[in-house]
C-alpha cells in the first residue's frame, strides 16, 4: 500500500495533464468551428492519447519498481507503438473510411505533443538519479 500511495502522484498527475490539455484541446478546436472536423480529430486525438497513457503508466511502474529496466521498457514500447500506430493508421483510414487530411492532422498534432509531454514528465521523473553525486 504504501509503495502505491508513493506512485499514484507519479502516475496520476502527467495523466491528467496529458488527458486534460488533448481534451480541451479538441473541445476548443471543435467549439470554434471545427465541428466539421470531427469525428476525424477526435479519432486522431484517441489513439496518441491512450498510447502516451499506456507508455506513462509503463514507465512509472517499471521505475517505481526496477529504475534500471525505464530504458528497456522505452525500446520496447517504441516498436510496440510502431507496430500498433500502423495498424491504428490503417484501419482509421482504410476500414472506417475517415477523411485523411482531418485525421492525419489531428493524429500527428496529438502524437508530438504527448510525446513531447511525456519526455517534460519522464526527465522530472528521472531527475533525481540524473544529478551528480556528491563526492
Known amino acids: ?36 472536423l470531427n469525428p476525424e480529430v477526435l479519432l486522431g486525438m484517441a489513439g496518441p492519447l491512450t498510447s502516451a497513457s499506456v507508455t506513462w503508466i509503463v514507465l512509472a511502474r517499471t521505475h517505481a519498481s526496477a529504475p534500471e529496466r525505464v530504458t528497456s521498457a522505452l525500446m520496447i514500447g517504441f516498436v510496440a507503438k510502431m507496430v500498433l500506430f500502423a495498424v491504428y493508421v490503417v484501419v482509421m483510414i482504410g476500414v472506417l473510411g475517415l477523411r485523411p487530411v482531418p485525421f492525419v492532422a489531428g493524429f500527428a498534432t496529438y502524437f508530438i505533443v504527448l510525446h513531447l509531454m511525456e519526455a517534460v514528465f519522464l526527465r522530472r521523473l528521472l531527475a533525481p538519479e540524473m544529478r551528480p553525486s556528491a563526492s
Request: glycine letters at 12%; zero cysteines; aromatic letters at 6%.
Open 1 to 36: 500500500m504504501a509503495a502505491l500511495t508513493r506512485l499514484a502522484p507519479v502516475l496520476v498527475t502527467p495523466l491528467l495533464w496529458m488527458a486534460g490539455s488533448s481534451v480541451g484541446s479538441w473541445l476548443a478546436v471543435t467549439a470554434a468551428g471545427g465541428a466539421d
